[in-house]
């Protein structure tokens, strides 16, 4: 048994290394100078992870990529579309889990669809759609289209269905009407499904980078991977810079999962228990 649980904590010991390590070494790098970042990568050992010498420099010429505008950017969008994409989705969710309606499981299961087609496959209608409505370069163009999320309506709807009807009917024989039996009954149980779905809307705006690159070109609307891309290009690759702004993107990013981590894998869990 003893051994058993050495042996388990020496897998995890190897897992975590695995993944800390090259987290560890993109920091490390974005504090190096250029001439240093790739000196040791070739031999795995401590200068690797050590740099002989520190500089900032690397953070100081991030505003040359106009990236504190992309970050301010990002951070307008993520958040608008996980507050617009909560309350859309919970909508959803809760109207395919208590009412009956005509073609409820065609519409539900077109509903799932949409989750499993890959985005290149819509990209030219949706920025055709987008055009027409004239809203290319724009906030909308970047917010809109993310709004609505096939696997968070599934989660929602999930977690709606496995509420005791009882709370609804006796709301409703109390003079509840629906939208408030939805504010003041079904958001305040869901809160676990809330901040899941949530920071899955963040987190998946945090990282766009096809949409923002098609939808919003204007450096006016760009975002923080297109920021980080315009690092490289045909002629030479700034590493220190690009590895400085992913290491900042990274940092802001992992903020709402430390804070609602628990929250986090509740509601992973509470949209498969009924």
Not at 98 to 123: D, K
Not at 231 to 260: D, H, Q
Request: charged share 15%.
């Amino acid at each position: 048994m003893k051994g058993a649980v050495v042996a388990r904590y020496v897998a995890l010991s190897v897992i975590l290394v695995l993944l800390v390590a090259p987290l560890a070494w993109l920091f490390i790098s974005s504090v190096r100078p250029a001439s240093e970042i790739f000196r040791w990568s070739h031999e795995f050992g401590w200068r690797t992870f050590v740099p002989a010498e520190l500089t900032l420099q690397n953070y100081a010429t991030l505003h040359e990529i106009g990236y504190w505008r992309a970050l301010r950017n990002t951070i307008f969008v993520a958040g608008a579309t996980m507050v617009l994409g909560v309350l859309v989705n919970a909508a959803a969710g809760f109207a395919f889990a208590v009412f009956r309606f005509r073609f409820q499981r065609t519409i539900f299961v077109l509903v799932l669809l949409s989750a499993m087609m890959p985005f290149e496959g819509i990209v030219i209608p949706l920025y055709t759609l987008v055009r027409a409505l004239g809203l290319v370069d724009t906030y909308t163009a970047l917010i809109l289209p993310e709004v609505a999320s096939g696997f968070v309506i599934f989660l929602f709807r999930q977690f709606f269905a496995g509420l005791p009807r009882e709370f609804y009917e006796a709301a409703r024989v109390d003079g509840a009407t629906w939208p408030v039996i939805f504010w003041r009954i079904a958001i305040p149980l869901s809160w676990p499904v809330v901040v899941t779905g949530a920071m899955m809307l963040f987190i998946m705006q945090w990282e766009a980078f096809f949409w923002p690159l098609v939808a919003a070109p204007s450096p006016d609307y760009t975002l923080v991977q297109i920021a980080i891309a315009r690092n490289r290009s045909m002629e030479e690759t700034a590493w220190g810079r690009m590895f400085s702004a992913t290491t900042l993107a990274c940092l802001i990013a992992i903020v709402p999962f430390l804070v609602f981590q628990r929250f986090y894998l509740r509601g992973l869990t509470a949209g498969g228990i009924k």
